[in-house]
């Protein structure tokens, strides 16, 4: 698009870098800082630990409850993604593919929920979850966030299915399949690359989201790690070696899935997913 | 049509139910709902007593106020210092990527990483870095013989605020850079070799043809800022904790919100009905803002 000379490359490329550092910086620290002892931390915070010791994850992993939490967000996270994902494809499919009275309404209701924050209704949500006797329970989250994802899950579904070639659910239904069957065998293995990027979407806000469960759960077996994260350090304070090491554990898993599927999410983030 | 005709007539409509449903129960019913009870009085437990418009009256005039404007501004602040931080140097950084230089893909990797940590965790790991005493920012400036601008970032009542609002800014970068990127690589390419042939310079090629294409990206992503900005509350509470300390410093509708519904500590003012109002007014902050974005999606997406 530009014509750059040297000059201009070099500095492009220098700015490119000074922000690299400012993102590798603070995590490279954070992990660094895991395998150290807290008074290394204090005394030599740049240098490289002294001697490589996993003894404060141990500690983090069992003491402190980790486990625990990791548990509990590997589960949330995989069956609200399972629901949302599932939910949200069905309804996307009637909307793209059918043309029905009050379909655009519908799909404006569904919309409004892309942009307004859902924990502005948080109120009447906890009433709901505390009658239906689900507070203190993953249950909660499971709704939640399966509810949550609904909004952005169909938008980017339904734009997804608008370019499938109607034709082929034609044939299929002239052959008597029924619309859950034309949906379930010919549609969801055409959709998967946009289920993809709607699983990362999910992935990274249910992981990673503190606000609910700091309203539903106090029962610490029930905790997931944002909310795990937030006890640690009110108990360890001072011992920055097992803050750290908490840190890492909660950070390592996304971080890997999220380099894993960069590609697909950067693709997706890049092609409409914000217009 | 009766809705049992429908679905006779329309039976694939059975698919859409789980999600209309779900959605229905908790979250459009749960907003509604919202506002009625802005307009009782109620513990969480225990007969509502209907009061009017008294919990507003306390809200906007009455005991409640200071706090209320104090946080309404603080989010306003928060606002417009997080607009700069992220629209100037994420338009620097997507053009900067553009240029395809070695290297752009790990970058753009390497820069949306802290989008994918919760906002929690970012706000604990840079208290620990800002920590005044042991905290590695201060040890570095120390170092290079700054110790007078080695300040104690978190508790001054000044500083506070504006480092939350940087380290926010921190966090979300990757994802202002990309998509601004994203509306970079969609210029209208035979535009610009029309100027270039025009022979239009570097400069105003950015200023007169590149900068004007990307005013609706800068439109959605202001929009979705006021949006956001107004429901911040997670990186303040693992910053500054619920009291949005130091004195109230960075106290935001959300932690205020958060001390009147769910009694944050040393809060004794625990009331469903004014926490209720408080989020009514944020609703009614940010749902023009809202349909205004629908608005712009819908029209672009009728474009193509």
């Not at chain 1, 939910?87 to 404006?108: C, D, H, N, W």
């Not at chain 1, 052959?175 to 859950?180: E, N, T």
């Not at chain 1, 994260?229 to 950070?251: C, H, R, S, T």
Request: glycine share 8%.
């Amino acid at each position: 698009m530009f014509r750059l000379n040297t000059v201009q490359k070099i500095i492009i490329f220098s700015i490119l870098i000074l922000w690299a550092i400012a993102n590798i910086f603070p995590l490279g620290v954070m992990v660094i800082s895991g395998f150290k002892s807290t008074r290394e931390i204090f005394l030599a915070p740049f240098s490289l630990p002294s001697k490589w010791s996993f003894d404060s994850y141990k500690e983090a992993w069992t003491v402190a409850n980790f486990s625990v939490y990791f548990k509990n967000s590997i589960i949330v996270t995989l069956v609200s993604i399972t629901f949302t994902l599932f939910i949200s494809s069905m309804a996307a499919y009637v909307l793209a593919r059918f043309e029905f009275p009050g379909r655009r309404a519908i799909y404006l209701f569904i919309l409004a929920g892309l942009v307004l924050p859902v924990r502005l209704a948080i109120l009447p949500i906890f009433l709901l979850i505390r009658n239906m006797g689900l507070n203190n329970t993953l249950f909660s989250l499971f709704i939640v966030y399966t509810a949550g994802g609904i909004s952005f899950s169909t938008f980017l579904l339904t734009n997804f299915f608008k370019t499938i070639p109607m034709d082929i659910e034609d044939a299929a239904r002239i052959d008597g399949a029924s619309y859950f069957r034309v949906y379930w065998k010919i549609h969801l293995p055409l959709l998967r690359p946009a289920l993809a990027t709607v699983t990362v979407f999910n992935f990274i806000r249910v992981w990673n989201d503190f606000f609910f469960p700091l309203i539903f759960i106090n029962d610490n077996a029930k905790k997931t790690i944002p909310l795990g994260i937030q006890n640690f350090f009110g108990e360890y304070a001072i011992k920055w070696d097992l803050l750290f090491a908490g840190l890492n554990i909660a950070v390592i898993p996304i971080i890997i899935f999220f380099i894993i599927l960069s590609k697909q999410f950067i693709g997706g983030l890049t092609e409409g997913a914000i217009k | 049509m009766s809705a049992k005709k429908l679905f006779q007539k329309h039976n694939y409509l059975i698919l859409i139910i789980p999600a209309l449903l779900l959605y229905t129960v908790f979250i459009a019913y749960p907003f509604f709902s919202s506002l009625f009870l802005s307009f009782f009085k109620w513990p969480g437990i225990g007969p509502k007593i209907f009061v009017g418009l008294d919990n507003y009256k306390n809200v906007l005039t009455g005991y409640m106020s200071r706090e209320f404007y104090r946080a309404l501004g603080h989010n306003f602040y928060f606002f417009f210092l997080n607009w700069v931080l992220s629209v100037v140097p994420g338009m620097i950084l997507a053009f900067s990527l553009a240029a395809g230089l070695r290297g752009s893909d790990f970058f753009k990797t390497l820069f949306f990483i802290p989008n994918t940590l919760s906002i929690i965790i970012v706000g604990f790991l840079w208290a620990l870095l800002l920590n005044p005493q042991w905290g590695m920012i201060n040890q570095i400036l120390k170092s290079i013989g700054l110790d007078s601008i080695a300040k104690a970032w978190l508790g001054d009542t000044k500083l506070a605020l504006p480092t939350i609002i940087v380290i926010t800014g921190w966090r979300g970068m990757g994802f202002y850079v990309l998509t601004f990127l994203a509306a970079i690589v969609g210029i209208d390419r035979s535009m610009l070799e029309a100027g270039r042939i025009d022979g239009a310079t570097e400069s105003q090629m950015l200023f007169r043809l590149i900068l004007p294409q990307m005013v609706p990206i800068i439109t959605t992503i202001t929009i979705l800022k006021i949006i956001w900005s107004f429901n911040i509350f997670d990186i303040v509470y693992a910053m500054e904790g619920t009291q949005g300390g130091p004195a109230g410093s960075t106290d935001v509708l959300g932690t205020l919100f958060y001390r009147i519904a769910f009694g944050g500590l040393g809060s004794s003012q625990v009331g469903m009905g004014l926490g209720a109002t408080v989020v009514t007014l944020i609703f009614f902050i940010v749902f023009p803002v809202s349909v205004l974005y629908i608005y712009i999606v819908e029209k672009r997406e009728l474009k193509g």
